[in-house]
């Protein structure tokens, strides 16, 4: 059997001799927040770290790469309404990622993916890289997997263009990653609005997600079956191993 790609899963002198090869470190970032009355708090975890777990043991045979532990809280204040949910603020999130990016710079490694699973990260995440990479020599770069992979997603869904939340995409990549985790008697009550309201002006806010979605869910999570998040999870897996092996995303 090959080789965990999972640092957690790896021991120091395994981790050391990784770093000697200048493996590509993908680091997992995702949110525990509320995802509707059918699905656990941990979606964005489970779902981040399966699917760079998948893109680890595809891409491990040509090209040395190890997953770092998955940031498993992020920023979700929007979601606190409903309970379930921890949130970081913005001070703490970048002090967060750049004492993890510190910790794999420091063990000799050299480029760092980010991959996120949660959209509330997003903008976080992209007014952090210039402190990445003014505060430390690594090659970081970061993507956030729905939307690396959503010209290959949008034809697996029926009724939505692109993942939502709590909806058809997440529910089912949780049939396909994590079943034990969905609660198929609650999946009747697992629909929202189509999509997030766009705010009328040319104003930005913050609003919570309960001022639009009394379910915490955006989509419609009937949809889901297993079979979708099979195709889901592949064409995922495939979109990051296409970004470890893309010579143009690291120079
Ligand atoms: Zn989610």
Redesign the pocket.
Known sequence: MARSPMWKELTAAEIRALADQDATVILPVA?M?Q?GPHLAVG??TV?CEGICRLAAEAAQNDLPVIVAPTLWCGMAEHHMAYGGTFTFDIPTYRAVLMAFLKSIERHGFTKVLIVN???GNISALASFLGDFAVETKLKVRATTYFELAQAAIDPILEDQERIR??CEG?TSLMMALAPDLVRHDKLSGAVGPARTTPLPLGVDRYRSFRSFSETGVVGDARKATKEKGDRLAAVCRDAIVAVLKDPEAWA
């Open positions: 949110s927040e995802h979606v964005d779902l699973g949660h959209g939340h709590a997440e």
